[in-house]
């Protein structure tokens, strides 16, 4: 049995999911609240942003079948738009990691690649909320340092990434799966995909939310996120200047207080 989180990550960087525009989440009043017990997670100065944007590219055809290529997000193409026949941005994915903390946000899927490309791109170093998609939320392997352990919603179920830092980028290396302690598969991301799971760092990057309808930004605030297990409708919070941002308990596929559950 696969985990989501896997799966996921597969589909993603396959654009198997490249159809769905569909926003996720809630707007709430500014002073709204989680309801039941709350945890949160501030993105502070001892975070780092890594972000890989997943393009259109060439066709090729090998046999009878067509592969599209993806290709990593390139500098010189920045928001405003991209130059006219050039790879168009179809999802973001962006990896904060500090050293005990892994946090993973994916975006909408674009199919009709217009979302990233248009005059309203903050760019990737200004993350969007409003393009928020999933969230996990994983934690440091004491043991080792360039793993970390994401738990599932009952905590029967790991998955753990070991990844290859060198300053300027994190290469997302193998996904190891357990049940209970028994473990049930891994993937070796460079066999299992056609494009090496690569994240860029970005240094001057900043949280907004983008109101495309009147056309106004907000910050966020303290860069905190707030979330649960408990309730039964929204579980993920985010709080800007003028309003809340909730994402229902689907999205959210691994918490960090969730323990590993004991088999009797």
């Not at 198997?16 to 569909?22: F, R, T, V, Y």
């Not at 207080?257 to 004991?262: C, D, G, L, Q, S």
Request: net charge positive; proline share 4%; with cysteine.
């Amino acid at each position: 049995m696969k985990t989501q989180l896997s799966i996921y990550i597969i589909l993603i960087s396959t654009v198997l999911l490249a159809g769905w525009e569909k926003t996720v989440y809630s707007i709430k009043p500014a002073n709204y609240q989680l309801p039941g017990t709350t945890e949160k997670l501030k993105l502070d100065g001892s975070f780092e942003l890594y972000v890989r944007a997943v393009q259109t590219g060439n066709i090729t055809v090998t046999g009878n079948h067509k592969q599209r290529e993806l290709s990593l997000f390139k500098k010189g193409v920045t928001k405003g738009g991209t130059p006219v026949n050039a790879p168009k941005i179809i999802e973001i994915e962006y990896l904060f990691l500090s050293s005990n903390t892994a946090v993973y946000i994916s975006t909408v899927a674009d199919r009709y690649e217009t979302r990233y490309s248009s005059t309203k791109f903050m760019g990737i170093e200004t993350p969007n909320a409003a393009d928020f998609r999933v969230f996990l939320i994983g934690r440091a392997d004491k043991t080792d340092p360039d793993k970390y352990i994401f738990y599932d919603k009952k905590g029967k179920q790991t998955d753990t990434w070991t990844v290859q830092k060198n300053g300027v980028n994190v290469r997302l290396l193998l996904i190891e799966q357990k049940h209970f302690n028994q473990y049930e598969d891994s993937f070796i991301l460079s066999d299992a995909l056609y494009n090496e799971l690569i994240f860029t760092r970005q240094d001057n990057w900043e949280i907004k939310y983008l109101d495309t309808v009147h056309n106004t930004q907000e910050k966020m605030k303290e860069s905190v996120i707030y979330y649960n297990t408990g309730g039964k409708t929204y579980t993920l919070l985010l709080p800007f200047t003028d309003h809340c941002l909730t994402f229902p308990n689907d999205h959210i596929i691994y918490s960090p207080e969730r323990k590993a559950y004991v088999k009797p």
